[in-house]
T-cell receptor, first 114, second 113 residues
Framework: DGGITQSPKYLFRKEGQNVTLSCEQNLNHDAMYWYRQDPGQGLRLIYYSQIVNDFQKGDIAEGYSVSREKKESFPLTVTSAQKNPTAFYLC?????????????FGQGTRLTVV | AQSVTQPDIHITVSEGASLELRCNYSYGATPYLFWYVQSPGQGLQLLLKYFSGDTLVQGIKGFEAEFKRSQSSFNLRKPSVHWSDAAEYFCAVGTGTASKLTFGTGTRLQVTL
């Protein structure tokens, strides 16, 4: 089945450590996105990529990094510089070219800093 | 920059009652508007979208939404709510072909039996 796979579902990190969240899609989508979700704040865009080896900062990129070496994969690294990393992280993908094209979402990764 | 406002944080309705969730957007050009639903701890599922044409849009699970340009609104409706509709609902606006979405803060729907 086509879709977006995020792993792991739950992740615990000690303060000061970097951690990488995985996102893989087999929908042949060009664009991929990372959103952060906090209670009462909706979803906020961290990074997005429209093509391999290229990506742009979203609204809250500080303390995060990404790479796009393959079309199917868009991992997110939460660095020790992110002051408040505990959140629910959602990866999404979409095709490009058609106005109003929808984004498809993964099941999310819940990151907790302990 | 575009923005989305969902004025109701939490709504409770009885099963079988009608539902309307409000969404107002701010965007200078023709918006692409979406409603997504999220069950606890899960990803988002698209309910419906609008980008042109008929301003009344039908979606999955019996939901519909009406685009009103004069009011900058895209309210979601359902004539009869089922207990399984309890979830969080997000309105979003997209721009151009990038599908980069700006989300509202969500409305949590509780359904009483």
């Amino acid at each position: 089945d086509g879709g977006i796979t995020q792993s792991p579902k739950y992740l615990f990190r000690k303060e000061g450590q970097n951690v990488t969240l995985s996102c893989e899609q087999n929908l042949n989508h060009d664009a991929m996105y990372w959103y952060r979700q906090d209670p009462g704040q909706g979803l906020r865009l961290i990074y997005y990529s429209q093509i391999v080896n290229d990506f742009q900062k979203g609204d809250i990129a500080e303390g995060y990094s990404v790479s796009r070496e393959k079309k199917e994969s868009f991992p997110l690294t939460v660095t020790s510089a992110q002051k408040n990393p505990t959140a629910f992280y959602l990866c999404a993908s979409s095709s490009l070219g058609d106005p109003g094209t929808e984004a498809f979402f993964g099941q999310g990764t819940r990151l907790t800093v302990v | 920059a575009q923005s989305v406002t969902q004025p109701d944080i939490h709504i409770t309705v009885s099963e079988g009652a009608s539902l309307e969730l409000r969404c107002n957007y701010s965007y200078g050009a023709t918006p692409y508007l979406f409603w997504y639903v999220q069950s606890p701890g899960q990803g988002l599922q698209l309910l419906l979208k609008y980008f042109s044409g008929d301003t009344l849009v039908q979606g999955i699970k019996g939901f519909e939404a009406e685009f009103k340009r004069s009011q900058s609104s895209f309210n979601l409706r359902k004539p009869s709510v089922h207990w399984s509709d309890a979830a969080e609902y997000f309105c979003a606006v997209g721009t151009g072909t990038a599908s980069k979405l700006t989300f509202g803060t969500g409305t949590r729907l509780q359904v009483t039996l």
